[in-house]
Each structure stands twice: as C-alpha cells, then as structure tokens.
C-alpha cells in the first residue's frame, strides 16, 4: 500500500520544477532585439528645446520571443527558438546572443527582412538615475506569405520533438493564420500550447492556456475590470470566446488568476515583497515557467504557483532579467505549497 500511494503522489512544485532540464519546450513568436543606449546630459541643445545626450555606452538584449526563450533556459528547460531575423548586425547580435546562452534557432531570413528592434535611450545627470528619454522602432516591415507558411510548417515538424509550445506574440506578424491552425491541431493532440498575445490574443482559439494581463483582458471582452467579480465576470468570459483549457491572467501587485473550461476561479497572491524594483519583462518571466511546468505534466493551478513565485522574483531584478533554476527551486523550497 505505501508503495502505491508513493506511486501516485501528486508531485510538489518544488519536483515539478526539478524535472525542467528534461523537458523541451518550443517558442515560437517574434523575436527582437531590444537595444539600449546609455549616456548623460546636462544642457539643453541651442538648435531645438531637446536634451543633449553625450554617449556612454550600449547593449543589446533578447527581446520579445527570444526574452521568453532566454527565460524558458535560464530556469533550465531545454528550449527551440523558431522566428525571423535579419542578416543585418542586431540580427547577428541575437544569433550570438542565441548560440551563448544554449538555445537551439531556427530563425528565416531573406535580404530584404530588417530584425525587429527597439532602441531606449537612457541619460541622466552625473549624479541622477538614467531615465528613458526615446524609444525607436525599426523592423517590422510584413512577411510574405511563404515565410509565414514556412514558420507553420517549421512550428508542426519542431513541436514533435517538444514537450510543451511557448507562442509569444507581439503583433510583427510572425504567427499568421496557417500557424495559428498547427497551434490548434497540436493542443487538440494534447501538446500543451501556451499563448502570450500582446494585441491579438482573440485570434488564437482552441488553444491549451492562454496569458493576458488585466488590461489585455478588458480589451478582449470589452468589460471593465475594476474588482474580483468583474475579473471572475471577465475571465469565465474570455474562456467560452476563445475556447481554451485554462486562462492565466497577471494582475501584477495582485499576483494571478487562473480560469479553467468548467468556471472555476482561482486567485493566487502576489509572491513576495509588494513593492517590485522593476517589471519589465515579467510577463516573459510568467509564461516561460508555466509552460515549462506545463510541460513537466503540472496541472495550470501548479503551473500558475509555480509561474507566480517566478514572477516575484524577477521583478526584484532590475532591467530585463532572467530567474536561474537554482533561484527558483530554492524559492520554492521556502514556499508554502
């Protein structure tokens, strides 16, 4: 008897994350270069009213799909990364970037594709914190019906050796229609496929888990979400349109909620301090744990516990971080579970 109970034990998250080095998981979606300008100013230009910035530094940063990817390996998944890129020096930037950090590409690229890209420019005074002062966008020009019939193709013939498919989407185009249907086809073969949509999450029906955050929510039921009963209104809504298994929906300094098919609610606290040093990227952080629990045969309520803890620590990071494995599984050691 005590054989057989030990046999059918449900896992705790802790062993649930222990089994990520053996688990692959596919990412598929737009992946961009996010370039960072440093520099400092102190006068303001006698040619325009606009600050001078005297240069300092620069760097680039996976973005986008690969920033999901690059948080998918650091918390120890084995991870596919299937996109576009341009041949152009952010393009080589990010395959290097790519090779660096262990992540198989498989990226298209023609002569005339720019890589998606968004460069920040950060100054500040001598003794002042940077700030943000312009955020320029290149790429993004459309991709020809072959390459998006090509990216479908390429999506079905790499799922087959992943356990689990990451579909970051930040509207480049990259997941048209023809991949959207192998994304339907593979979760309806019982692969979990999980879905970050950034502007058109109603396109994605028949999936396995789809990710808003509250906002993205509001815009895809059209309904105010001003408290836990227009969030729970929301939310059951959300899964009778898009006709997925379960709904994660981030609620920042509110933790997450999870929806499953039949109804049911469940609201998680945030982990950790309330007050995060910097959010940026978190929502990478959030769907590249769960679906990597996902894939490790957690049910979405483990998957989400799991993807929250993640969350409350990255967000004590500054900039665009990553969560190490052994991070997490210390976290989640401490955690109640």
């Known amino acids: ?78 991870v596919i990364a299937l996109g576009v890129l341009g041949s152009d020096p952010m393009g080589q930037e990010l395959r290097r970037q790519f090779k660096g950090a262990g992540i198989k590409l498989t990226a298209l690229s023609s002569k005339r594709l720019e ?57 480049a185009r990259v997941v048209g229609d023809e991949c959207r249907q192998v994304l339907r086809q593979l979760s309806a073969e019982g692969l979990p496929v ?9 396109l994605f029906t028949g999936v396995t888990v789809c990710k808003p955050n509250e906002p993205e929510l509001e815009s895809l039921v059209r309904q105010p979400v001003r408290s836990e009963r227009d969030l729970a209104r929301a939310g059951r809504s959300a899964v009778k349109m898009l006709g997925c298994q379960s709904l994660l929906v981030t609620r920042g300094r509110n933790g997450v909620a999870v929806f499953d098919q039949n109804g049911r609610v469940e609201l998680i606290p945030a982990h950790g301090p309330e007050d995060a040093v910097d959010v940026t990227g978190a929502g990478d952080t959030v ?29 004590q990071k500054q900039g665009t971080a990553t969560v190490p494995r052994a991070e997490l599984l210390g976290e989640l050691s401490r955690a109640k579970q």
């Open 1 to 78: 008897m005590g054989s057989t109970a030990k046999l059918h034990a449900v896992p705790t998250l802790a062993q649930l994350a222990q089994l990520f080095p053996k688990r692959t998981v596919l990412v598929v979606g737009d992946l961009v270069a996010d370039h960072y300008i440093y520099g400092q100013t102190d006068r303001v230009s006698r040619e325009a009213p606009v600050l001078i910035v005297r240069y300092e530094s620069s760097e680039v940063k996976l973005g986008g799909a690969a920033n999901a990817a690059a948080n998918a390996r650091s918390l120890g998944g084995q």
């Open 115 to 171: 890589t998606e890209t968004k460069t920040r420019i950060l100054a500040g005074g001598v003794n002042t914190t940077r700030q943000q002062m312009l955020r320029l966008d290149r790429g993004g020009n459309g991709l020809s019906p072959r390459v998006r019939t090509e990216i479908a193709r390429l999506t079905l013939q790499l799922a087959r050796s992943a356990d689990a498919v990451l579909v970051s989407d930040y509207a």
């Open 194 to 202: 999980c879905v970050d949509s950034r502007f058109q999450l109603r």
């Open 287 to 315: 769907i590249a744990a769960f679906t990597l629990a996902m894939g490790a045969g957690a049910t979405s309520l483990d998957a989400a516990r799991i993807a929250n803890i993640a969350a409350g620590l990255v967000v």
